[in-house]
């Protein structure tokens, strides 16, 4: 995958099977790739293309504008999930809590004259039109991998923006610590928020810095297409080194505050569900292991479990993020 790095303005190549080895951090290491010899840029490209063969798009949703998604040279290492499999078996618990549930009644979800509030400790604080923030930075497309807290992981090509693009054009006030998301909780047109699963309307938080790390994308499609309402349309997080609740769908409104957010998930179950939510193998669940998960798309009868990777894979890249903290107690 190619990311356009907002620092040196030069294609960064991260592969989507990422461990400390194989992550491409600079424009040499590109060129390096490169070099390698037409073998390598065929098979990369052919890894590409097959990926998209396995994957038929639905040819429902429009494609996205203003989309780079391109990208010449993708080192798939990693086969994409269907995107059948990706939009059938969701959580979108505003929807109910069947993987399900969201593919059958999300589509009453009302997306036209979609608003972003941006509010807080912020310089310039405002509130954006889907088509004004779609248009705020290049569109990119990524390959991540994203792994829900229940064990099983997922392969998508999303398309979007580092959200530090937007962050910066907003210019964050010295005391803002944590930035928390807000997503939609209409009644009218989300059945099961009035349900008491969850305190509505559902909200995530991540600190400054995570929150302005260049993986933090915020998302407007995958497999080159708007997103489907089951998956957040119109605009999601995607973080990829944590649990994928903390991938907010369907976001109204970004604040900027001095104070830890009090998330959805952590009010719901502290003991379960803390606040940094990094993927990491040696915590477990208080319920249930996290050394290993599923791959959405292989449970077949033979199918092994793989193993999880510490921060899913994006260690090389997040790892210093965390540094002297014991994430045994900041989980
Ligand atoms: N608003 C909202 N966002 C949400 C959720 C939710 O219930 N409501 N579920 C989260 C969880 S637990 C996961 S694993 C991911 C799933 O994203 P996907 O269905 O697109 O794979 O969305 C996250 N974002
Ligand atoms: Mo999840």
């Given at each position: 995958?190619?990311?356009?790095?907002?620092?040196?303005?030069?294609?960064?190549?991260?592969?989507?099977?990422?461990?400390?080895?194989?992550?491409?951090?600079?424009?040499?290491?590109?060129?390096?790739?490169?070099?390698?010899?037409?073998?390598?840029?065929?098979?990369?490209s052919w890894a590409s293309r097959e990926a998209r063969a396995q994957t038929p798009r639905p040819g429902k949703l429009a494609a996205l504008p203003h989309v780079k998604s391109d990208v010449a040279g993708a080192v798939t290492l990693e086969k994409l999930t269907d995107y059948k499999d990706a939009s059938s078996y969701n959580n979108f618990?505003?929807?109910?809590?069947?993987?399900?549930?969201?593919?059958?009644?999300?589509?009453?979800?009302?997306?036209?004259?979609?608003?972003?509030?941006?509010?807080?400790?912020?310089?310039?604080?405002?509130?954006?039109?889907?088509e004004d923030l779609l248009k705020l930075s290049a569109q990119e497309e990524r390959i991540y991998r994203l792994r829900c807290v229940e064990g099983w992981s997922m392969v998508i090509p999303w398309v979007g923006y580092s959200l530090s693009e937007l962050i910066k054009k907003v210019e964050p006030l010295g005391n803002a610590k944590y930035?928390?998301?807000?997503?939609?909780?209409?009644?009218?047109?989300?059945?099961?928020?009035?349900?008491?699963?969850?305190?509505?309307?559902?909200?995530?938080?991540?600190?400054?810095?995570?929150?302005?790390?260049?993986?933090?994308?915020?998302?407007?499609?995958?497999?080159?297409?708007?997103?489907?309402?089951?998956?957040?349309?119109?605009?999601?997080?995607?973080?990829?080194?944590?649990?994928?609740?903390?991938?907010?769908?369907?976001?109204?409104?970004?604040?900027?505050?001095?104070?830890?957010?009090?998330?959805?998930?952590?009010?719901?179950?502290?003991?379960?569900?803390?606040?940094?939510?990094?993927?990491?193998?040696?915590?477990?669940?208080?319920?249930?292991?996290?050394?290993?998960?599923?791959?959405?798309?292989?449970?077949?009868?033979?199918?092994?479990?793989?193993?999880?990777?510490?921060?899913?894979?994006?260690?090389?890249?997040?790892?210093?993020?965390?540094?002297?903290?014991?994430?045994?107690?900041?989980?």
């Open positions: 995958m190619l990311i356009k790095s907002s620092q040196d303005g030069f294609y960064h190549p991260v592969a989507s099977e990422i461990t400390s080895q194989r992550v491409y951090t600079g424009r040499r290491d590109l060129i390096k790739l490169m070099a390698s010899g037409v073998a390598g840029a065929a098979l990369a618990y505003e929807f109910g809590t069947d993987k399900s549930d969201p593919a059958r009644h999300a589509h009453t979800l009302k997306t036209s004259a979609w608003t972003v509030e941006i509010e807080g400790l912020v310089k310039k604080p405002a509130r954006y039109a889907l930035v928390e998301f807000v997503t939609l909780a209409d009644p009218k047109t989300m059945p099961f928020v009035g349900s008491r699963v969850l305190d509505w309307p559902y909200v995530e938080g991540l600190r400054l810095d995570e929150a302005m790390h260049p993986l933090t994308l915020l998302s407007f499609g995958m497999y080159g297409e708007l997103l489907p309402n089951q998956n957040g349309a119109p605009v999601r997080l995607v973080v990829p080194w944590k649990y994928g609740f903390k991938s907010a769908k369907s976001l109204v409104k970004i604040r900027f505050t001095d104070q830890q957010p009090a998330t959805a998930w952590s009010k719901a179950a502290p003991n379960e569900y803390g606040f940094f939510s990094n993927v990491n193998p040696s915590v477990d669940h208080p319920r249930w292991s996290q050394a290993s998960e599923r791959r959405i798309g292989e449970d077949g009868l033979f199918a092994k479990k793989r193993k999880t990777l510490m921060f899913n894979g994006y260690e090389t890249q997040v790892g210093q993020l965390y540094a002297g903290m014991d994430l045994k107690k900041l989980f």
